[in-house]
């Protein structure tokens, strides 16, 4: 790592303090970045479109204002990257995919806009699943994005190439959306933090859609506190959104330093905690003993239904909504999709309207009774995945390996998009491989802030976060 590289080890928090003391530049991070981006993505395959001559526009534009006092906030002069399903003026989205390849937006998504109007360096495009319909990120018109702590393995998926570049250095934090796991369980595979909101805090409207009724964007970032920093610019109802939800915007920062009670503490143990591998199992065990040191109270809590029940519902409902988002693209041009792409698009179509409609509204009545679960406790902790990163030359054997697979390191992550409750995964271990190990944590509609502060209590008082991945 050259000298100006090692900016890049900074948290989003330290390097924001020191640019609004005019300690550090935004252009020097940003050329930081970018030195970091030219070195490793041709091993790591993070990125598909680099910006780098707008990057250092906004860095410079960011510098003068600082300069003249007109900090705009904790991302001002930050560099950031964007999962390249979320629309950008002028600069190509592809979704990962032939099929937009050369699709260049008129307008930025709407929480892009907001990164702007925060003063953020919006270093480009990260790779991903194509159309973010799949657990892997090796499904890519642009190739497989490879991970930082191995790259023989998968990154995790749909948001692979966002969780690659924060835990590699190449940016200070990134968007990405989750429909089943795309945030938290490529975070968890690539050793950082990665935060699905309440559904509906954060506007998907410019974000090309997988189903509009799991959707979630959020930050993958290297700490929790970084996480809630992102969150602040993002959250916000947006009418103008279908998922879009009026509810209260708290201080998000202000609210991991609060010291009130501690909360308590439920274990979801049926389903999540079956057929783990044994140094998962080993890991959570472990951080279940310090948490047990912070919290109120802990106790085994019981999902509402069964977890394969809300799997089972979710699959259908999101077959519904995907095959209507692509069903003239695949009658017209289905050689332009990736191989399992195609073949999970084909399934789709057999999902007739009445059990799409009956879908739909058990989605909502889970929604709105889904609160029972927290009557004894606040938030409610899983491991994020059963299994670690599986080799991309398993997945790539063939289309069958790769959804089986890819289906299975999502199975603790997706119910909870059917509740959409607000889920976290922060570090918690690694394999004796050196693979890193997530644990989830989730709270009630709403309660994005109590999430927060378990996590980051979680966070202070272990080091795994502090571990960077050796590229």
Same mark, same amino acid.
């Not at 503490?265 to 472990?286: C, S």
């Given at each position: ?185 490529? =975070?968890?595979?690539? @050793?950082?933090?990665?935060?699905? $909101?309440? !559904? +509906? ?7 090309? /859609? &997988? ?28 009418? =103008?959104?279908?998922? @879009?939800?009026?509810?209260?915007? $708290?201080? !998000? +920062? ?7 009670? /501690? &909360? ?77 792409t195609l073949r999970r698009l084909r399934a789709d ?28 406790v606040d938030v409610i902790v899983t491991p994020t ?87």
């Amino acid at each position: 790592m050259s000298k100006g590289e090692e900016l890049t080890t900074l948290t989003l928090q330290d390097a924001s303090e020191q640019l609004r003391s005019k300690r550090l530049s935004p252009v020097d991070l940003t050329h930081a970045c970018l030195s970091r981006i030219e070195r490793l993505n041709p091993l790591l395959n993070a990125f598909i479109t680099v910006s780098a001559e707008s990057a250092l526009a906004s860095a410079r534009t960011a510098e003068a204002e600082i300069q003249r006092g007109h900090w705009r906030g904790p991302l001002h002069g930050i560099p950031i990257a964007l999962k390249d399903l979320f629309d950008t003026a002028d600069v190509r989205t592809t979704a990962a995919s032939a099929l937009f390849k050369d699709r260049v937006p008129k307008e930025d998504a709407e929480v892009v806009k907001k990164l702007k109007d925060a003063g953020a360096v919006l270093l480009g495009k990260t790779n991903m699943q194509e159309f973010a319909y799949g657990a892997t990120s090796a499904g890519s018109y642009f190739g497989a994005v490879r991970n930082p702590w191995d790259a023989t393995r998968i990154s995790g998926g749909s948001s692979g190439g966002s969780a690659v570049a924060v835990a590699a250095g190449l940016c200070f934090a990134a968007l990405g959306s989750d429909t089943a796991a795309s945030i938290r369980q490529p =975070a968890a595979y690539c @050793g950082i933090v990665g935060l699905k $909101p309440t !559904y +509906g805090l954060v506007s998907a409207r410019g974000v090309i /859609p &997988l189903s509009w009724t799991f959707d979630h964007v959020g930050p993958l970032a290297r700490t929790v506190t970084d996480s809630a920093l992102l969150l602040q610019a993002i959250a916000g109802n947006d009418h =103008a959104d279908i998922g @879009g939800r009026s509810m209260p915007i $708290p201080d !998000y +920062g202000a609210a991991l330093l609060d010291k009130a009670s /501690p &909360l308590r503490v439920g274990v979801a143990r049926a389903f999540f905690f079956e057929d783990l591998d044994p140094e998962i199992d080993q890991a959570v065990t472990e951080a279940l003993r310090v948490l047990k040191r912070l919290a109120a109270s802990l106790s085994d809590v019981v999902l509402p239904g069964t977890a394969q029940a809300l799997l089972d519902l979710r699959a259908t409902v999101r077959a519904g909504e995907a095959y209507a988002y692509h069903e003239a693209f695949v009658q017209k041009s289905p050689e332009l999709y990736q191989p399992e792409t195609l073949r999970r698009l084909r399934a789709d179509a057999a999902v007739n309207t009445a059990s799409y409609v009956r879908g739909r509204q058990e989605v909502e009545l889970i929604r709105r009774t889904s609160g029972e679960a927290f009557k004894s406790v606040d938030v409610i902790v899983t491991p994020t995945t059963p299994i670690p990163p599986p080799l991309l030359a398993e997945v790539g054997k063939d289309v069958e390996t790769s959804m089986t697979l890819g289906t299975r390191t999502i199975r603790n992550t997706a119910p909870f998009n059917l509740l959409g409750w607000p889920t976290i995964s922060v570090q918690c271990g690694f394999t004796s491989a050196g693979l890193p190990i997530g644990l989830q944590i989730s709270g009630p509609s709403g309660a994005d802030t109590s999430v927060l502060k378990l996590a980051r209590a979680y966070e202070q008082v272990t080091d795994w976060h502090k571990r960077r991945a050796p590229v």
